[in-house]
């Protein structure tokens, strides 16, 4: 199972960005799909999750901001980003909780990390 991301870039105060992400491989399910992000000397916070089927979750600096959703027939998850700040500059990492084809039968998730995006906003 892959994780892999894109759209990552720099961007003035106030500009946009949109990230995807497809998870491959053998995938049985996947039970949620999200965005982390990590700036330097950070520890990685999320920035917006959805569970398979459920509802989104943003965090708070997020809100308003950020819009995450999932295509369930091609396993991705984009997140869009308006009214990028500086302190949006960071890291950013798909997530994906997933029950590959070997785990079926107990439907257990691992969880799975992209190789991460670099987004920079300058000021």
């Known amino acids: 199972v892959q994780l892999v991301e894109s759209g990552g870039g720099s961007v003035q105060d106030g500009g946009s960005l949109r990230l995807s992400c497809q998870v491959t491989?053998?995938?049985?399910?996947?039970?949620?799909m999200g965005w982390y992000r990590q700036a330097p000397g950070e520890q990685r916070e999320l920035v917006a999750l959805?569970?398979?089927?459920?509802?989104?979750n943003y965090a708070d600096y997020a809100k308003g901001r950020v819009t995450i959703s999932r295509d369930y027939g091609r396993n991705t998850a984009d997140l869009q980003m308006n009214g990028l700040k500086p302190d949006d500059t960071a890291v950013y990492y798909c997530?994906?909780?997933?029950?590959?084809?070997?785990?079926?039968?107990?439907?257990?998730?691992?969880?799975?990390w992209g190789q991460g995006d670099q987004v920079t906003v300058s000021s």
């Open positions: 997530y994906a909780l997933v029950v590959d084809e070997y785990d079926r039968d107990l439907d257990v998730g691992c969880a799975r």
């Open positions: 491989g053998n995938i049985y399910r996947i039970k949620v």
């Open positions: 959805i569970p398979t089927g459920g509802s989104a």
